[in-house]
T-cell receptor, first 113, second 109 residues
Framework: DTGVSQNPRHKITKRGQNVTFRCDPI?????LYWYRQTLGQGPEFLTY????????KSRLLSDRFSAERPKGSFSTLEIQRTEQGDSAMYLC???????????FGSGTRLTVV | KNEVEQSPQNLTAQEGEFITINCSYS?????LHWLQQHPGGGIVSLFM???GKKKHGRLIATINIQEKHSSLHITASHPRDSAVYIC???????????FGKGITLSVRP
């Protein structure tokens, strides 16, 4: 297992376009998280899956954001009608049930121009 | 007030110095994590603590549950230790992390 994989690493998009990011967690981990980090700040929680169930969504996650984990393995995060304020690093992490092995991906850096 | 506060905000040290980074939190927690982030974004988990002390190589993490405080110590610091060190907590059965802003450490040769 090569850890948590995120694709793409970088994405530049025009305002108003839709973007989709993918996260492949560690295969034994049933918990998957999405976080967002802006420059100079710590990451902020967006949403969390246990297996295929989305158990929690942050108020930060507006109607333009949607996340899925259809088979309890990989996850996708889609942002519709992107805005400049969406520019950030989007981080995915996975962990086991007891939170051991909390592992982050390298992130997807989104720039909205 | 943020639930997780870190101090100092920025820290510069000379190679070989003993370094202490502090983290205070204002809520009941189930565990505290220390994370390291290098330029370019990658975050590495260093420690997960719910009590006492843990050691890994030159890194030592301690936590005082009563005082809601944790410290990360780096012994014999090296320029490759230069990174952002982030403290994060989980609460109860909820496994999401609540992060501090992180501290930027620069170790000069």
């Amino acid at each position: 297992d090569t850890g948590v994989s995120q694709n793409p690493r970088h994405k530049i998009t025009k305002r108003g376009q839709n973007v989709t990011f993918r996260c492949d967690p560690i295969s034994e981990h049933n918990r998957l998280y999405w976080y967002r980090q802006t420059l100079g700040q710590g990451p902020e929680f967006l949403t969390y899956f246990q297996n295929e169930a989305q158990l929690e969504k942050s108020r930060l996650l507006s109607d333009r954001f949607s996340a899925e984990r259809p088979k309890g393995s990989f996850s996708t995060l889609e942002i519709q009608r992107t805005e400049q304020g969406d520019s950030a690093m989007y981080l995915c992490a996975s962990s086991s049930r007891d939170n051991y092995g909390y592992t982050f991906g390298s992130g997807t850096r989104l720039t909205v121009v | 007030k943020n639930e997780v506060e870190q101090s100092p905000q920025n820290l510069t040290a000379q190679e070989g110095e003993f370094i202490t980074i502090n983290c205070s939190y204002s809520v009941g927690i189930s565990a505290l994590h220390w994370l390291q982030q290098h330029p370019g974004g990658g975050i590495v988990s260093l420690f997960m603590l719910s009590s006492g002390k843990k050691k890994h190589g030159r890194l030592i993490a301690t936590i005082n549950i009563q005082e809601k405080h944790s410290s990360l110590h780096i012994t014999a610091s090296h320029p490759r230790d230069s990174a952002v060190y982030i403290c994060a907590v989980t609460r109860g059965a909820n496994s999401k992390l609540t992060f501090g802003k992180g501290i930027t450490l620069s170790v000069r040769p």
